[in-house]
């Protein structure tokens, strides 16, 4: 239990506007990491997590965004992507979709700074499970994420959480994609990023039920097979995404060898801080368009 007084003190820091424009990610790494070598290493990996109990039990990434023209705390912007109603096991044990469940998308929800506040105080506090990348960006900077986050949640883009979608296509998005798009969005997101951010791998259409294709695919078959990514010559789906582990282990590497960041803490977690307020913010449109149509089942 962590003490009263600290969560108050963290309450305070967190919403603390008296600082320069910032955007802050938040990287919440899984209880036990999860193992994208093959499509078996990750059954497994995901059923060891699951069964730890522990919240974000997949990884989840939060954000945050202080400005300065901020009037009172309640304008400081504190938020997530989460699926309101994670129904994986029915869709794994029930309705047999295999790995169609990474391009499944749940019910979607953007997490409220009231909601955040004392849960990512607490991880803080704890500092074994979160780490951290702080940056200083410009005032321009700083509008554009907050219409952004604005006009995110009032188009009811929230209401499609999936690790296939991407959020500045208006297709919803997952956690950690929604938090890379906040630095895509202000030209931010640099190659280094991208590399060790991400994976992308190809599935075999055999491993793929429901909402791609129209068969069934034993979980238990993958748990307990011998079951590989896809060749290049095999027909498959490949699929690109954004990992809360990984970006942690980002952090973690750069925190030993820093370059252009500064090793900064909160509580007991380690971050980094980078000030890049006089890099340029983009002036294009907000939304990209691309006519790629999402995989629907409906239920």
């Not at 380690?270 to 006089?278: A, H, R």
């Amino acid at each position: 239990m962590v003490p009263m007084r600290r969560i108050l003190f963290g309450l305070i820091f967190l919403t603390n506007t008296t600082m320069a424009n910032e955007l802050t990610l938040y990287f919440i790494r899984s209880p036990h990491g999860i193992n994208w070598e093959s499509g078996t290493t990750l059954a497994r990996s995901i059923i060891r997590n699951y069964i730890t109990f522990e919240p974000n039990f997949m990884g989840h990434v939060n954000i945050e965004i202080k400005c300065d023209q901020d009037k009172n705390p309640d304008e400081t912007v504190l938020t997530g992507m989460i699926a309101r109603k994670l129904n994986a096991v029915d869709l794994l044990f029930r309705h047999d979709i295999g790995m169609g469940i990474l391009f499944h998308s749940f019910e979607g929800h953007l997490e409220t700074r009231r909601e955040l506040l004392e849960k990512v105080q607490n991880y803080l506090v704890d500092g074994d499970r979160i780490n951290f990348v702080t940056f200083k960006i410009s005032a321009e900077a700083c509008t554009r994420l907050k219409k952004y986050h604005k006009e995110y949640k009032e188009n009811g883009y929230e209401k499609r959480y999936g690790l296939y979608n991407r959020p500045l296509y208006k297709e919803g998005s997952g956690c950690s994609a929604f938090g890379a798009s906040f630095l895509e969005l202000i030209g931010l997101l640099d190659e280094d990023m991208k590399k060790n951010w991400t994976y992308s791998v190809k599935i075999p259409f055999k491993y793929i039920g429901l909402p791609l294709i129209k068969q069934k695919v034993s979980f238990l078959n993958l748990l307990w097979g011998n079951n590989y990514w896809a060749s290049e010559s095999e027909p498959h789906k490949e699929i690109f995404f954004w990992d809360p582990d990984k970006m942690y282990q980002w952090v973690k590497a750069k925190y030993e060898n820093p370059g252009q960041y500064q090793r900064v803490k909160k509580e007991n977690s380690i971050g980094l801080y980078v000030d890049l307020s006089q890099i340029p913010t983009p002036k294009k449109d907000i939304w990209l368009r691309d006519t790629r149509p999402l995989p629907e089942w409906k239920f």
